[in-house]
């Protein structure tokens, strides 16, 4: 589910993996094992992600379907 979900995100706004790999530093093929599920993200990353499309990390992971961040 949480690799569903970051792509979802990421082609909502008409993003490519590229640009999400320059947001996290790292190369568009870490990018792509990401969103495939083939390497787990780092949790500063997951982090950054949740920032980024003002989500939480709990909703990245596929923990709630509320995609407001609680605070």
Do not use: C, H, W
Not at 34 to 58: C, H, M, N, Q, W
Request: aromatic share 8%; no cysteine.
């Amino acid at each position: 589910m949480m690799y569903q979900r970051l792509r979802d995100l990421r082609e909502d706004r008409d993003l490519t993996q590229q640009d999400l790999a320059d947001l996290l530093k790292v190369s568009q093929a870490t990018y792509s094992r990401y969103e495939s599920g083939a390497l787990d993200i780092p949790s500063t990353s997951l982090i950054k992600l949740a920032r980024f499309y003002k989500t939480s990390v709990d909703y990245l992971l596929g923990l709630t379907n509320d995609r407001k961040p609680s605070r």
